[in-house]
């Protein structure tokens, strides 16, 4: 495959040739003699191609199907040996690209970032939770768009925290997508008396506390980083996000999952009033009174 001619197929501003192109790449990555030669830049000029696939998309259906399709090149396409490689990729041209995007078309670029942080999930259960796999995961978020960085598009980064819990709920208990399902609980649920509903919503919790304990899922791991993001020096909006969005998240707490950020040590706190002070005395030192 010759990266540069392919690419172009990819953001090609006919369907047909896109979708060729797409079903071509799906097998490409798919062979690990193949996709192991892709070196970091080869990758991101695929996703360079692959973000102008979406963007030429049109509709409602179409862009969700094909957001969909992009999001599985991460759980059933990519070698395990690029899988963290592809991941890189992907945030960071979505990054380099973010600003360019109209209003037109953020809503269906924001739903294709959802749909890439489910498929990723996904891949994680499959490995039965490896906490290697999930520490390299981790790693290339955090060096690319989980990191408080001006020069980062914090939307970005917001959006991740926003989605975060909704897909690791749906990836963990298996739930799918279904408006109407969900109604009709909504309907079931208003028939029945106070103490039923309680008693039904018990069933439920114990029911996913037994699921966390069989698949052993490593939830310590999967909200560290965003504890990490929570010091006090960190950017105070995007701490306050993590703790609406993620951290105060009643799906978390009714089933006991420990939502805490780790406490600094003696010795760091006594060195943040060191740096505090040090601060002031400059301030105070700067200061020459009115008139001077």
Request: hydrophobic fraction near 35%; proline fraction near 3%.
């Amino acid at each position: 495959m010759k990266t540069n001619a392919f690419v172009r197929q990819l953001a090609s501003n006919k369907r047909t040739v896109r979708e060729n192109a797409l079903s071509t790449l799906k097998r490409f990555l798919s062979s690990k003699e193949k996709a192991v030669k892709l070196d970091t830049s080869e990758l991101n000029k695929l996703w360079k191609g692959l973000f102008y696939t979406m963007w030429f998309c049109d509709r409602p259906r179409p862009q969700q199907r094909l957001a969909n399709e992009l999001a599985k090149l991460f759980s059933e396409s990519i070698v395990e040996e690029q899988f963290c490689k592809f991941v890189e990729s992907f945030w960071t041209v979505m990054c380099k690209e973010w600003r360019e995007l109209d209003k037109w078309r953020v809503d269906k670029f924001l739903m294709l970032m959802r749909y890439i942080v489910r498929e990723c999930l996904v891949r994680l259960k499959e490995s039965e939770w490896d906490a290697d796999k999930i520490g390299a995961y981790f790693n290339v978020l955090e060096n690319v768009i989980l990191k408080d960085d001006d020069k980062t598009p914090r939307s970005i980064t917001y959006h991740i925290i926003d989605v975060w819990v909704d897909e690791l709920e749906r990836v963990i208990f298996s739930e799918e997508e279904d408006n109407e399902e969900d109604e009709e609980e909504d309907d079931d649920n208003e028939e029945l008396t106070k103490e039923e509903r309680k008693e039904k919503h018990d069933k439920k919790i114990a029911e996913r506390k037994a699921i966390l304990e069989e698949q052993r899922v490593p939830m310590d791991l999967l909200l560290a980083p965003f504890k990490a993001l929570c010091g006090s020096k960190n950017f105070p909006p995007l701490v306050k996000k993590i703790q609406i969005e993620i951290l105060s998240d009643k799906r978390l707490t009714e089933l006991d999952i420990d939502t805490k950020v780790p406490k600094k040590g003696k010795n760091s706190e006594e060195e943040d009033d060191e740096e505090e002070e040090e601060e002031e005395e400059e301030e105070e030192e700067e200061w020459k009174g009115f008139g001077n």
